[in-house]
């Protein structure tokens, strides 16, 4: 299979201090990885999209100088939410395509963040 | 991208079949249907996906109607661990690379009754 990790599961952070949650492709590579949010009762709502070695792509309405997106190598992107504030507080999910395929997306188990 | 509409919620017993509807009408001819699932507080993951033809993996079943404006996935045998909720989600086929985000509609809410 292929696995996706996600680093914290959990973090409570206090109003206007940064956090950075990662996202890992385990055991294959990933030249595109995604950023979703869930807010509760809610579907996921694509964020961005992440590329190896290039700036990610924001969807419309996704400030891309709060939400920074690195994605320095194969297995690993990371979103920091700089500045954080109580609205932030959501669950942040990724996911992972297999450099070479485009039909299956591999998600993380989620980043549970709370904004105090 | 092509809407799909699906029930808010179906409820099912243990050990039964369950059928989980999803209409495309304006679905395009290059469009893929994918299934997704996602359980409580935990990522989605991948169910199944076709184009044109009726899919069968470990998990479920795909029938895809003839004119493809509306799917079904199939449990044939549903357990509590398949309560979650699912996601019925239109993409469109690639060629020499290249991905999209997913789209996730608000899916349907599958209950199992012990």
């Known amino acids: 299979g292929a696995v996706v990790s996600q680093h914290p599961s959990r973090v409570i952070c206090k109003s206007g201090t940064s956090v950075k949650i990662e996202c890992r492709s385990l055991d294959f590579q990933a030249t595109t990885m995604f950023w979703y949010r869930q807010f509760p009762k809610q579907s996921l709502m694509l964020m961005a999209t992440s590329n190896e070695g290039s700036k990610a792509t924001y969807e419309q309405g996704v400030e891309k100088d709060k939400f920074l997106i690195n994605h320095a190598s194969l297995t690993l992107s990371t979103l920091t939410v700089t500045s954080a504030h109580p609205e932030d507080s959501s669950f942040y999910i990724c996911s992972a395509i297999r450099t070479g395929s485009s039909y299956e997306q591999y998600f993380g188990p989620g980043t549970r963040l709370t904004v105090t | 991208d092509a809407k799909t509409t699906q029930p808010n919620s179906m409820e099912s017993n243990e050990e039964e079949p369950v059928h989980l509807p999803c209409n495309h009408s304006t679905i395009s001819g290059t469009d893929y249907i994918h299934w997704y699932r996602q359980l409580p507080s935990q990522g989605p993951e991948y169910v199944i996906h076709g184009l044109t033809s009726n899919v069968n993996n470990r998990m479920a079943s795909l029938a895809i109607a003839e004119d493809r404006k509306s799917s079904t996935l199939i449990l044939h045998r549903a357990t509590l661990r398949d309560a979650a909720v699912y996601y019925c989600?239109?993409?469109?086929?690639?060629?020499?690379?290249?991905?999209?985000?997913?789209?996730f509609g608000k899916g349907t809410h599958l209950i199992i009754q012990p």
């Open positions: 989600i239109l993409r469109a086929s690639y060629s020499g690379g290249g991905a999209d985000g997913l789209t």
